[in-house]
């Protein structure tokens, strides 16, 4: 990883809320050091409304944000990846493409607001709470000395931020 820019993909199965809220923060929070992209195993074809809003309002740019296909970025032309992260249980059981370079790894599991049932502020506070944990570990990530870790470390380092909750 010589690259002065990381590439950070974050992948889930429907693509519609968690992993595109992970794009979001992490573009706008990791300017300059990191650029990242979404993906999903089974794309909903569409980002979730709620995740749109929350972002909004949050102050997070949403502009080119959409619902796509994990198969574009195993494509020859695509970005090479530093990371893959998948932050939903169902795409960590998957089997993912070979991913180009052999990009760290690791499973930063959320429960997906978008399947939520229930009332308008049950719905709200499930998406409140998956953009709290994303949030709090993009931060992680994004203080993350990378450069000064040797692969086990900052595979572990990876691995622990996947647990952190709101």
């Given at each position: 990883?010589?690259?002065?820019?990381?590439n950070?993909?974050?992948?889930?199965?429907?693509?519609?809320?968690?992993?595109?809220?992970?794009?979001a923060i992490?573009?706008?929070?990791?300017a300059?050091?990191?650029?990242?992209?979404?993906?999903g195993?089974h794309?909903?074809?569409q980002v979730?409304?709620?995740a749109?809003?929350?972002?909004e309002?949050?102050?997070?740019?949403?502009?080119g944000?959409?619902?796509?296909?994990?198969?574009?970025?195993?494509?020859?032309?695509?970005?090479?990846?530093?990371?893959v992260?998948?932050?939903?249980?169902k795409?960590a059981?998957?089997v993912?493409?070979?991913?180009?370079?052999?990009?760290m790894?690791?499973?930063?599991?959320?429960e997906d607001?978008?399947?939520?049932?229930?009332s308008?502020?049950?719905?709200?506070?499930?998406f409140?709470d998956?953009?709290m944990?994303?949030n709090r570990?993009?931060a992680?990530?994004t203080?993350?000395?990378?450069?000064?870790l040797?692969?086990l470390?900052?595979?572990?380092?990876?691995?622990?931020m996947?647990?952190?909750?709101?």
């Open positions: 990883m010589s690259t002065s820019i990381y950070v993909l974050f992948i889930c199965t429907g693509n519609s809320a968690r992993s595109i809220m992970a794009e992490l573009n706008q929070q990791g300059g050091r990191f650029r990242a992209y979404s993906a195993s794309p909903a074809g979730n409304p709620q749109i809003e929350l972002l309002r949050n102050r997070f740019k949403t502009a944000l959409r619902s796509k296909n994990w198969e574009e970025f195993a494509l020859p032309d695509a970005p090479r990846m530093d990371f992260l998948t932050v939903c249980d795409a059981g998957e993912c493409p070979i991913w180009p370079g052999q990009p790894s690791a499973h930063w599991g959320v607001p978008a399947a939520v049932k229930g308008d502020e049950a719905i709200q506070r499930a409140a998956c953009f944990v994303m570990r993009i992680l990530l203080v993350l000395p990378i450069e000064k040797d692969k470390a900052l595979k572990k380092e990876l691995d622990s996947g647990k952190i909750t709101a």
